[in-house]
């Protein structure tokens, strides 16, 4: 059988005890002239394309938990959107503006001050996760000169520099499933609406609340207030003091819309649940003298400022 298997394949095999040894007869040169050069392939260069400033909302979920929520007739206008060709030029003009490359802590207020020098606003959209917001106009002639105006002088917004640009929204369409957020827009656009029409209280363009904490359950403290009204704006000084056996607070902050919306957001509202209602008002003061940063006082704006006497302040 071993003969035979032998003849038959051409390979010699050796029987017995131990491995068996199998020999490979040489393979045959190929001449050369049946070989055909080839070139060393050339390595491919693949283009991925990066998304634009304002494509990069379009690629997530509608609805979004740091904004007011977009109904449900957005996602189409989004995938609509997804189609334009932002590298062929500016989107065309809208009532509605886009700013993008905002800072994470950027708020309502500040999205509504780079609107107020141009006209009534109707509606804003503030998207914290994807640094952009929406700020809708009455018109599309305010909006028009809010582009015309930050395209030759770049906004910023707590100091960091953000683009305005049109959006490819016509329009701005909320619901009310995020009601937190639906709540600081409308405060934000109605204390702007109280500053652009020029109300008769002089008071109401103060800077400086006076907090009263009314029903406390809990402690308060200056950090708690700090925490809070930080929400609407940038808060520069703080002092705390008791008056009457009542707990009562100076808040000063940088500019009058951001003071306007803490005060139409927060006013009779509890900071804890059933109890530590805000009585707010606009102060007769229109600088809080600080000399101590401690549990009492803070100036926000001076962290060189000594611990001193909470005793004695």
Avoid: W
């Amino acid at each position: 059988a071993a003969a035979a298997a032998a003849h038959h394949t051409g390979v010699p095999i050796t029987s017995g005890v131990g491995p068996t040894a199998v020999t490979l007869p040489s393979a045959t040169p190929i001449p050369s002239e049946y070989l055909i050069p080839v070139s060393p392939q050339q390595p491919q260069t693949i283009l991925i394309p990066r998304k634009r400033g304002s494509e990069e909302l379009m690629s997530h979920n509608s609805m979004v938990t740091n904004g007011t929520g977009l109904s449900p007739s957005l996602p189409l206008e989004m995938n609509d959107a997804k189609k334009v060709k932002l590298d062929s030029g500016p989107n065309p003009p809208s009532r509605v503006v886009h700013i993008r490359s905002l800072p994470h802590e950027v708020a309502e207020t500040d999205i509504v001050q780079l609107g107020m020098p141009f006209g009534k606003m109707t509606n804003v959209l503030v998207l914290k996760q994807k640094n952009q917001a929406f700020l809708e106009f009455q018109d599309e002639t305010a909006a028009q000169n809010m582009t015309s105006y930050y395209a030759t002088n770049p906004a910023q917004v707590r100091l960091k520099p953000c683009y305005v640009q049109f959006s490819n929204h016509k329009e701005l369409k909320t619901d009310a499933s995020h009601s937190f957020q639906n709540t600081n827009a409308q405060a934000a656009l109605q204390a702007a609406q109280v500053v652009q029409g020029g109300p008769p209280d002089e008071q109401q363009q103060n800077t400086i609340l006076r907090v009263i904490v009314d029903n406390v359950g809990y402690p308060v403290t200056l950090d708690v207030l700090h925490q809070l009204f930080s929400r609407y704006g940038k808060v520069l000084k703080i002092i705390t003091f008791t008056k009457n056996n009542t707990f009562q607070a100076l808040i000063q902050f940088s500019d009058t819309i951001s003071a306007t919306t803490a005060k139409v957001s927060l006013d009779s509202q509890n900071i804890y649940n059933g109890c530590n209602t805000l009585k707010i008002d606009y102060s007769k003061l229109t600088n809080l003298n600080v000399k101590y940063n401690n549990d009492k006082s803070r100036d926000f704006t001076r962290p060189d400022l000594p611990s001193g006497d909470p005793a004695l302040d």
